[in-house]
């Protein structure tokens, strides 16, 4: 709605084998902490003893479940949960996760984040071997890699093992057979994943936040490359994948993890404040408050200020109660939408020069808005400091920038950008400054989108599915299956 970067998608398992805890109610709490990388769809596939029980469909988590589904569900020694918004495939329910595939092996469950770089190729050749796919997502595509490796593998591990030998890209997944729990992480670990217990139960998930929701402990993360495996055997992994250059997605830190969570051993929180602080030692300015903009840009604010000595101060309100489905009908309200999701405080900003910090800017249309906001309340002066470099290249690993046509880095200079917005002055944070922001990180990161430096095979073309938009946005809800 508001034409600026979107999330990706958060995965979550739970193996527990005494049953000591309730797996769908911790996955459901799970999910809750995991809702900020996906408000699309959301789906929780439950296992007990073999027998396994789904329920997925459009909508926030706690749109979607209540206590009568959830009572439906049940509960087992294992579960899966997803919450999604999309990079390949439709807005719709077909593509709500986790996938659940029944074959001659046994039903298998899936939940992905990432994007694979070659899922229209792999597609492709399923579907002239007769494939039937459901779906629009490249994560079914995993699925049937999977299920065609394990008819000649003895484990679904060793048919994950041979499935990373044919997809290519990103993807952190949980894969659930009817007695194990997988985590898999590509060889690159673009996008994160850890480990964490709960008394004898084994956790993993997309962010650390999770974990503390439920009440977890943190183990480890996952390695790039590494499978992790739990059954009633114990946890064990394969390495055979590991071993390669990491390339973290420098993206997590500075928007998509929650600012409470550890990612690879650094924290969220601390890398946004030293991007605050790297930014205002690149670009200085001379101003009375510094404010960021919500949420993701709170955190850079702070660290701003403690570096330039400039007072930090709450700039804008946000309403939380706007729903997905939030209808604009008209031209004029379409325009203003802005206004409902923030309101500037006067009594922060009138008659002020104003610094305001902000995460990226995509199409720049939501930055413009914002400016106006200030520009109505009085502020005197507004600066944009920006916590990443300019966009100047697609992502095909996981985010919803396909294209340099959506970003307005490729259209403008910087001072042309900043004639746009409105703005007195305009600073992005350098390159070099942003590989740095998280201290400790275990893993080297992926700054592609900004310096077109990709650390893996790119699609040489992207493929708009011939049948997506067959698919009806107003399908039947997902039945409990």
């Known amino acids: 709605m508001f034409n600026e970067l979107h999330e ?14 309730h797996v769908t109610s911790c996955t459901y709490t799970a ?54 918004y999309s990079t390949t495939g439709n807005h719709n329910r077909s593509n709500a996760q986790p996938l659940v595939v029944r074959h001659v092996k046994g039903p298998m469950v899936l939940a992905h984040n990432g994007n694979l770089t070659n899922a229209w190729e792999l597609r492709e050749q ?54 194990k729990l997988i985590a898999v992480r590509d060889p690159n670990g673009f ?14 998930a997309s962010e650390t936040c999770a974990l503390d929701t439920i009440g977890a402990e943190f183990v480890r993360d996952v390695k790039p490359g590494e499978i992790v495996i739990v059954d009633k055997k114990g946890m064990r992994s394969i390495e055979t994948h590991c071993g390669g250059k990491s390339s973290l997605c420098v993206f997590e830190f ?24 790297f930014l205002a030692l690149e670009h200085p300015v001379q101003a009375d408050v510094i404010i960021g903009v919500p949420d993701s840009g709170l955190d850079a604010a702070l660290g701003f200020a403690r570096q330039s000595g400039i007072p930090y101060g709450v700039g804008f309100i946000k309403n939380r109660y706007i729903g997905r489905t939030f209808i604009q009908p008209t031209q004029g309200q379409r325009e203003n939408a802005v206004k409902l999701k923030l309101n500037a405080v ?17 199409r720049g249309t939501t930055m413009k808005r914002i400016v106006s906001l200030l520009r109505e309340a009085g502020a005197k002066e507004v600066h944009i400091r920006i916590s990443s470099p300019p966009f100047t290249n697609p992502c095909y690993f996981g985010t919803d920038i396909d294209s340099k046509d959506k970003l307005i880095a490729c259209r403008m200079s910087i001072d042309e950008i900043r004639q746009e917005l409105g703005a007195d002055s305009l600073g992005y944070l350098s390159i070099n400054s942003v590989k740095q922001i998280a201290e400790n990180c275990n893993l080297n990161f992926c700054s592609a989108c900004f310096d077109g430096e990709y650390p893996a095979e ?17 399908e039947d809800r997902a039945p409990l299956s």
């Open 126 to 179: 399923l579907e002239l071997s007769g494939a039937i796919f459901h779906s629009t997502n490249d994560s079914e595509v995993i699925s049937y890699i999977i299920t065609k490796e394990r008819l000649k593998a003895k484990s679904i591990e060793q048919a994950v093992e041979q499935a990373m030998h044919q997809i290519k890209g990103a993807y952190s997944m949980v894969i659930m057979s009817p007695t």
């Open 458 to 474: 790119i699609p040489k073309e992207t493929h708009k599915d011939k049948f997506e938009s067959r698919i009806s946005e107003s």
């Open 254 to 277: 500075v928007y998509f993890a929650r600012p409470d969570s550890v990612v690879d051993g650094a924290s969220v929180h601390n890398a946004r404040l030293r991007a605050g602080a």
């Open 346 to 362: 006067k009594a922060t900003v009138q008659g002020k020069r104003v610094v305001m910090i902000d995460d990226s800017i995509v």
């Open 8 to 21: 990706e998608c958060g995965v979550f398992g739970i193996y527990d084998p005494n049953q000591a805890n």
């Open 191 to 204: 996008h994160p994943l850890c480990i964490g217990k709960l008394g004898d139960a084994t956790i993993f």
């Open 31 to 84: 999910l809750y902490a995991l809702q900020h990388r996906g408000q699309e769809s959301c789906g929780i596939a439950v296992n007990n003893d073999g027998v396994i029980i789904s329920h997925k469909d459009l909508g926030l988590v706690p749109e979607v479940f209540n206590q009568e589904v959830l009572n439906r569900l049940g509960t087992g020694e294992i579960a899966v949960g997803h919450v999604r």
